[in-house]
């Protein structure tokens, strides 16, 4: 059964959306243990090895997230789609929640989403599955080559996805002038800061 599949968890809190289209809206997020994705710069690397983190049953985790009663459940990781992510997510709507996925798109697509955030890493490719699934592209910045690399990614969507640059956090007095000309001089693009980090929240 669904309920007693179980993942590799992280964490798991209340919190608002930090980036991309829903920032500032409150949401449950549960971050999966696991990613092969290994960007340089990422700021959960404890998350990386599976091993380490428990197993938790979908219906717990399913509990926790009804119990929040926030509206929406972002999982994200690491790197979530490692793992076959539909048993989570059916439950998660069979209980009425809406489903958010963050993912590199490095792995199949699984899992039944209301929202996909897309968020391709130059470590690993994005599977071209991916790109019709995105409702946006978020594009982190950590270099001038960085907002041409965007543009490749882009170029793959569904007309209509929405898209989003992102100076990585630690650079982002570096290149956020540039990151600010790019999106003036092509508005389909739209800043995405991680607003969450500015005000303290996880």
Partial sequence: ??????YPVMERF????GEGAWTGHAA???RLGGCDVGCSWCDVKECWPVEVHPR???KELVKEAKDSGL???????????????G???EALKEAGLATHLETSGAHPVSGLWDWVT???KKFKPCRDEWYKEADELKVVVVNSHDLEWAEGHASQLVPGTAQFLQPEWDRRDVVMEKVLTRIQEAPQWRLSLQIHKFIGLP
């Avoid at 059964?1 to 179980?6: G, I, K, P």
């Avoid at 209340?14 to 959306?17: D, E, G, H, K």
């Avoid at 509206?71 to 992510?85: F, I, N, S, Y």
Wanted: aromatic residues 6%; proline residues 14%.
């Fill in 71 to 85: 509206p929406r459940v972002v999982v994200t990781g690491g790197e979530p789609a490692m793992h076959d992510l």
């Fill in 56 to 58: 938790v049953a979908v």
């Fill in 28 to 30: 449950w997020f549960i």
């Fill in 1 to 6: 059964m669904a309920s007693s599949t179980t």
């Fill in 14 to 17: 209340p919190t608002l959306q």
């Fill in 118 to 120: 897309l968020s391709p």
């Fill in 87 to 89: 048993p989570l997510t």
